[in-house]
């Protein structure tokens, strides 16, 4: 059984942080690159044929987000072990909001699937004319949408207890913790305002997503400040050791 005093800290920040960096490509190709290539916002026709011709990218698009939720779920297990010395019960807020979303987000890519099942003609879509099979479609498409705004409910959620734990590690840079909450605080504001203004043109979170880039960038190159972690280890094991008495 691994403990904390078996941890090596840089090790394990520098794991979390490739991972954390490797959500970037993942996450661009398939929440801004493919929806920008194919999607011609209010013109379903349109779209159909892009997706038609560009089928391969369009799956890469749901297989990235597929590889996204997986690797979700070994960052924020890397950075449990990272952070905990912290503040357990925050830690563990952190994985809960995180491990929330991803059965959203794998849900939520059936829908792009079944724009692919409705596309390649099955047979009990053969009584529909072309406008009702692009209406489908695009209600589908309709639907992957609203669907990640309700991921990024708890991608956003999970920031918060994570800009806790790095801001009072002692072992982090303090900024990049109030940078992390303030990107939570753009994920969550961006949600709200979808389905409340569908028609409000300014994305938040392309503003406040600094502290999601610092951290992985820290955590890989500098590592943890590791007489800090241990300070903050040592400090948990003794107060676990009182309360046992």
């Not at 209406?135 to 207890?161: E, K, T």
């Not at 303030?182 to 028609?199: A, E, K, R, W």
């Not at 409000?200 to 502290?211: D, E, H, M, Q, R």
């Amino acid at each position: 059984m691994t403990t904390q005093a078996n941890i090596n800290p840089n090790k394990t920040a520098r794991i979390a942080g490739f991972l954390y960096l490797l959500l970037i490509p993942l996450g661009v190709l398939g929440l801004l690159y493919i929806p920008n290539t194919l999607f011609v916002p209010g013109d379903i026709e349109t779209t159909i044929n892009n997706i038609r011709a560009n089928q391969f990218l369009f799956r890469a698009g749901f297989v990235s987000a597929i590889l996204v939720q997986l690797v979700n779920i070994a960052v924020v297990l890397y950075l449990y072990k990272l952070l905990k010395p912290a503040s357990q019960i925050a830690a563990q807020l952190m994985v809960i909001f995180l491990l929330l979303g991803v059965p959203i987000a794998f849900v939520n890519e059936l829908f792009h699937s079944a724009v692919l099942l409705i596309l390649n003609g099955p047979d009990f879509l053969a009584s529909f004319s072309v406008a009702q099979v692009q209406s489908i479609a695009a209600l589908f498409i309709d639907l992957h949408a609203h669907g990640i705004m309700v991921a990024q409910v708890f991608w956003g959620l999970w920031l918060f207890p994570m800009g806790y734990l790095v801001y009072k590690s002692g072992y982090l840079p303090r900024i990049i913790g109030i940078l992390l909450i303030v990107g939570g605080f753009g994920y969550l504001t961006d949600s709200f305002i979808f389905f409340f203004v569908p028609d409000f043109a300014i994305i938040l979170s392309s503003f406040t997503f600094l502290g999601e880039v610092l951290l992985p960038l820290w955590l890989v190159i500098k590592g943890v400040n590791v007489e800090g972690w241990k300070k903050q280890t040592q400090t948990v094991a003794k107060l676990e050791s009182l309360a046992a008495v």
